[in-house]
């Protein structure tokens, strides 16, 4: 499923209506049923509504919406923010047959009518948002802001149209004030802003009604939402004669004083994800412990620099034994000082399978990191927002707010796939490609959780799936394992792996890749009503 920004939308919505006939009436009228079908769903029991119309096409939809919810049985106010006489095209057409049909407008923008909407939101049991749409561009103020205040002062259920009004749909910037909803109803595609930055909390759960827009007209914009069914068809199949020898082998360069637990999970996730071998390769004076801990996993010892450190000189035994693997993994718990740097340069230009590279090897790389360049195998890098701001020399608050755009602009700098962790983790290609993962939330805030990521990585591409949809995949289903633990504190990142089985068995029960199954733990963006 694709991600838009407002302009490829706007051009999505221009072709559907002017290159394949299909009218706009038809296309809004389209968005209201589907927007109405989410309020009986998620509010069966409301019985009184307020809807909020704006300018322009968004205001357009809230009008069909009320009268909607009017034919449903529901009774309740419709409110817009323009003159009589003041829609054009197909939202005038509404506007005009409401008129005629003698249902009442309450029209805003005198003091009184805006006291007035404030206590009519005192008997109602929802809002519907269809104030402003994905045009935002500058900060909202006047009437527009006073009303977003009054629907979110009164905390009553809101479900928004397309996108909570307020918030940028390119980046997901609150525009100085935005609703805050529970629910919103994106139309054909999730737009960028709903998946970034402010707008993931201010959006509430997505999702995704269809309108009859084609998926053609969009296939050739950059960033994918990823799917269970994109996810289906990256996995490979098991038949009944496979065997650990075609199943991939794994290694693993991880380990430091303190720090063998992430080795050893990263470690054994490669094993839970698929792989029929996994090697991890320790510092010598650290095997004996880590060997101590594994049972599955078979550990090899390296040459140390100093106690617990990684020699450089280990890098001829790392690179020997990985021309046995179909995968390398560096970084979990590894010491990130010089003797590291100098390890990498090593490995990464000499590599003979993909890398993956994560935590102590990307902070080793922090001031040389254009080595990556000279990879002749795919180079998989998992940075946290800290780490990826210390290679790139920004602050973490520049790549929380510009999450995908930093992720497309060193992916394409550095020639590597970046796996940008945090809510809704992005995943970014050279040739400037971006999918973002819906899964994931609190229960991978824990130490350890890096770990288990790298190793599932690592997993999936020494099973034969290309770097980039390994890392896909890796995000997705580390994510929804995360999503099946359950809720709440008392939990550390080994019980999330615990629960890579159940995630892969609730992948397998998803058939239809077009319907995302709304109880399936952790998938908030779905494609519920296809009309």
């Known amino acids: 499923m694709k991600v838009l920004s407002s302009k490829a939308m706007k051009e999505a919505d221009r072709k559907t209506i002017e290159e394949l006939g299909m009218p706009g009436a038809v296309l809004m009228e389209t968005a209201a049923i589907r927007t109405v079908e989410l309020i009986r769903h998620k509010l069966p029991r409301a019985k009184r509504f307020a809807v909020l119309a704006g300018p322009g096409n968004n205001g357009g939809d809230g009008l069909a919406i009320a009268r909607l919810l009017t034919n449903a049985g529901l009774s309740g106010s419709l409110w817009s923010t323009v003159k009589p006489g003041g829609y054009r095209g197909d939202a005038g057409m509404n506007e005009q047959f409401l008129e005629s049909a003698a249902y009442r407008i309450n029209r805003l923008g005198e003091r009184e009518s805006l006291e007035q909407f404030r206590e009519e939101l005192g008997s109602v049991d929802f809002v519907v948002d269809a104030l402003l749409g994905i045009g935002v561009d500058r900060n909202v103020e006047g009437l527009f802001a006073e009303l977003i205040e009054a629907v979110n002062n009164k905390g009553l259920p809101v479900v928004s149209v397309d996108i909570p009004s307020g918030v940028n749909a390119d980046n997901g910037a609150v525009m100085g004030c935005a609703i805050q909803a529970d629910w919103t109803v994106a139309f054909a595609f999730p737009k960028l802003g709903l998946m970034c930055y402010e707008g993931v909390e201010k959006a509430g759960d997505v999702f995704v009604g269809q309108i009859n827009?084609?998926?053609?007209?969009?296939?050739?914009?950059?960033?994918?939402?990823?799917t269970p069914g994109q996810i289906l068809s990256i996995l490979p199949s098991w038949n009944k004669s496979v065997h650990k020898g075609n199943l991939g082998r794994v290694m693993i360069v991880a380990g430091s004083p303190g720090m063998t637990g992430a080795a050893v999970m990263a470690g054994e996730s490669a094993l839970m994800?698929?792989?029929?071998?996994?090697?991890?390769?320790?510092?010598?004076?650290?095997?004996?412990?880590?060997?101590?801990?594994?049972?599955?996993?078979?550990?090899?010892?390296?040459?140390?620099?100093?106690?617990?450190?990684?020699?450089?000189?280990?890098?001829?035994?790392?690179?020997?034994?990985?021309?046995?693997c179909d995968a390398l993994a560096v970084g979990p718990g590894l010491d990130?000082?010089?003797d590291t740097a100098v390890l990498l340069e090593r490995l990464i230009g000499s590599s003979p399978v993909p890398l993956v590279i994560d935590a102590g090897a990307l902070e080793a790389l922090i001031g040389r990191v254009e080595i990556l360049k000279e990879a002749k195998q795919p180079v998989v890098i998992t940075p946290h927002p800290g780490e990826m701001g210390r290679l790139a020399g920004l602050s973490v608050r520049e790549v929380q707010e510009n999450r995908l755009q930093v992720a497309q602009d060193y992916a394409r700098k550095w020639g590597v796939f970046l796996l940008l962790k945090g809510f809704n983790t992005i995943i970014a290609a050279p040739d400037g490609k971006a999918a973002i993962n819906p899964t994931g939330g609190p229960a991978l805030?824990?130490?350890?959780?890096?770990?288990?990521?790298?190793?599932?990585?690592?997993?999936?591409?020494?099973?034969?799936?290309?770097?980039?949809?390994?890392?896909?995949?890796?995000?997705?289903m580390h994510g929804l394992a995360g999503d099946l633990v359950p809720q709440g504190r008392g939990h550390m990142a080994r019980e999330v792996m615990l629960y890579y089985k159940q995630a892969f068995q609730s992948l397998a029960e998803a058939e239809d890749s077009r319907f995302i199954n709304p109880y399936l733990a952790g998938i908030r963006v779905i494609n519920m009503f296809c009309g």
């Open 336 to 338: 990130p000082g010089s």
């Open 445 to 476: 805030a824990t130490a350890g959780s890096g770990d288990l990521l790298t190793g599932l990585v690592a997993s999936f591409i020494a099973q034969g799936v290309e770097a980039e949809k390994a890392a896909r995949a890796g995000a997705f």
């Open 213 to 226: 827009i084609p998926p053609a007209l969009v296939e050739n914009e950059p960033v994918d939402l990823i």
């Open 273 to 324: 994800g698929g792989a029929g071998l996994a090697y991890l390769a320790v510092p010598q004076s650290l095997e004996p412990s880590a060997s101590a801990r594994l049972v599955e996993v078979i550990t090899i010892s390296l040459e140390e620099a100093s106690p617990g450190i990684i020699s450089p000189a280990a890098a001829e035994t790392i690179l020997e034994q990985a021309g046995h």
